[in-house]
């Protein structure tokens, strides 16, 4: 056998050894568990409340009304309730620092309340379904950022008595994160997340109040509002 023949062979030999101790030490190579699954919940902030607060006030339903039951004195309108988000976030891992991601929010804005004396109520409750898919970056050990664009569905519906028509929109957005997450290459994880959501602010309305007793009515003129709403959650996930 030749001496180049030699060579050739422990070359042929060598180099595959050589290129796995390279992968196994090549920063960039994903992780061997590339899909990651989570559940989270958390609070949502959002000016809504506040702006369907300013409307109903100059559209008369800023009355104060007294409160008889489960309570005593009197209560001031407008006035809002707060406002509960879930979420679900399914990833994948295109490299080691890269992964794409979908998730979907179910923020729910909470409710504004309004009254006009005699006996005339408007509420309404906003919600934003927010499907996103976002280019998340690892930027050190356990943070993460990520953006991406997003399709968002707005409700508003109506909870009082007698009740009467919501409003629906749909609006193209994007979605900013970033999260914590924990431990890094555990099957198990624990994640905390602060997300914005650029909604925009569609219009919504008319909405029209009829007095239970009589012929009083408080008129809501059709608003733009916007939706624009932050997130921080809290969350369980599975690698595999």
């Known amino acids: 056998m030749s001496r180049s023949t030699q060579l050739l062979m422990l070359l042929l030999v060598a180099l595959p050894c050589r290129v796995q101790r390279g992968l196994a030490q090549n920063p960039s190579a994903p992780p061997a568990r590339r899909w990651e699954i989570s559940f989270s919940a958390g609070y949502g902030f959002a ?46 891992a295109v490299r080691a620092r890269w992964r794409v991601q979908v998730e979907r929010i179910s923020a729910n804005l909470g409710e504004t309340f309004g009254y006009h004396d005699p006996l005339t109520w408007v509420f309404l409750h906003s919600s934003v379904t927010t499907v996103a898919t976002l280019a998340v970056f690892s930027l050190a050990g356990p943070l993460r950022i990520g953006a991406g664009p997003a399709l968002s569905s707005v409700q508003v519906t109506r ?52 007095a239970l007793a ?18 921080v959650h809290l969350g369980l996930g599975l690698r595999f």
């Open 214 to 231: 009589g012929t009083a009515t408080a008129v809501m003129p059709r608003t733009s509002i916007s939706f624009n709403y932050a997130t």
């Open 47 to 92: 000016g809504t409340r506040s702006q369907f607060e300013d409307v109903m006030r100059r559209s008369g339903l800023g009355d104060t009304e007294g409160c008889d039951l489960f309570c005593v004195g009197t209560i001031s309108n407008p006035h809002s309730s707060g406002a509960l988000t879930t979420g679900v976030e399914v990833s994948y």
């Open 159 to 210: 909870t009082d008595l007698p009740g009467g028509p919501g409003s629906r929109a749909r609006r193209l957005g994007f979605v900013l994160l970033g999260s914590v997450v924990s431990p890094e290459r555990g099957r198990v994880f624990a994640a905390a997340t602060a997300q914005f959501a650029f909604v925009g602010s569609p219009s919504v309305g008319p909405f029209v109040g009829q």
